[in-house]
């Protein structure tokens, strides 16, 4: 399995063919265009949708560009969707090892961190494939999140 990312660029549209949005893809494509607005639009530190075999699959991004917290350490957040149709097929796998790459090429000494909700589910299990930590738990607008982190390689 693997997926090719298309970069969603500053209105919210797919710089590639993707071929006809559905009404989820367009709210994900609105809503990162809405989030750029906000945290800014530094490539490749962007949103991304995700096609496998030529179908829109899911959806990932990197929350905001890199930026060092209270600590010093410096981070980048993501986030992955996998649309209905395509869950418990490895999407979600295979988006987060492409945000990674983006990562690894880019920037090989940034923490990467992610929240998922807090309880045991297959977001957990696919973060901790990739070495990432439970690192505690946040109040967010939606109620309680779980953060995890996975450092760089030494």
Request: proline letters at 4%; glycine letters at 8%; a negative charge.
């Amino acid at each position: 399995m693997h997926v090719h990312l298309i970069a969603i660029d500053r209105q919210g549209k797919p710089q590639e063919v993707a071929g006809r949005l559905d009404v989820v893809t367009k709210q994900v494509c609105k809503a990162t265009a809405e989030l750029y607005r906000s945290a800014g639009f530094v490539e490749p530190w962007i949103g991304y949708l995700a096609t496998h075999d030529r179908q829109l699959v899911g959806a990932c991004a990197f929350k905001s560009p890199p930026g060092k917290g209270e600590d010093g350490v410096e981070r980048v957040e993501i986030g992955y969707l996998t649309f209905p149709n395509f869950e418990n097929r490895g999407i979600a796998t295979e988006m987060v090892r492409e945000l990674l790459h983006i990562v690894q090429s880019t920037n090989a000494n940034l923490t990467v961190i992610a929240q998922t909700a807090n309880e045991e589910n297959a977001s957990n299990a696919i973060l901790r494939k990739f070495g990432f930590q439970f690192i505690g738990e946040r109040i967010e607008e939606d109620g309680v999140v779980w953060l995890w982190e996975c450092k760089p390689a030494a």
